[in-house]
């Protein structure tokens, strides 16, 4: 089951940090930096955040997470995470499908890096059309991918 999760309580702040944690802790080595940048969120950080955050709950254990922030019909997922005990079972899928299908949306944009042939055929599969190739500061290169619903 998707649901909203309540970020700013602690409790379930400390849940989604332990989610993103687990995942990217495997993104990591995936592209071989000890140092990726989104293992150093913090619950704090999680609970003041201005997005939004869904889960895909099973077993009253979250699954996945999706952080996402809406402005004027267009869609910018900041995260989409599978705790690596629920790999393989679509979950991204569906939660790739909620957040283009539940709410008004008309564009779409997420980054991943390069090497994140998963996630980038997850993008693909859902529509995303590779916009842009870059390195920021941390020199993990990054794919830009854009959604646009017609």
């Known amino acids: 089951m998707i649901t909203k999760l309540k970020h700013h ?3 379930t702040a400390k849940q ?3 989610v993103l944690q687990s995942a990217y802790r495997v993104e990591a080595k995936l592209i071989g930096r000890e140092d990726f940048p989104p293992l150093f969120r913090t619950v704090a950080d999680i609970k003041a955040a201005k997005s939004d955050y869904y889960g895909y709950v ?6 996945a997470v999706i952080e996402i922030e809406i402005v004027k019909q267009h869609l ?3 995260s989409l ?9 679509g979950i991204a899928d569906k939660l790739m499908h909620f957040v283009l299908n539940e709410f008004d949306v008309t564009s779409a944009m997420v980054e ?3 090497v994140n042939n998963p996630a980038i055929r997850l993008y693909k ?6 916009r842009d190739r870059f390195t920021p500061a ?3 290169e990054k794919l830009a991918l854009s959604y646009f619903k017609y």
């Open 9 to 11: 309580d602690e409790r």
């Open 16 to 18: 989604i940090w332990s």
């Open 58 to 63: 099973e077993s009253n254990d979250i699954a």
């Open 76 to 78: 910018e997922i900041h």
């Open 81 to 89: 995470v599978v705790d690596p005990r629920h790999f393989r079972k």
């Open 112 to 114: 991943t890096a390069v």
């Open 125 to 130: 599969k859902h529509g995303f059309i590779e």
């Open 138 to 140: 941390h020199g993990i």
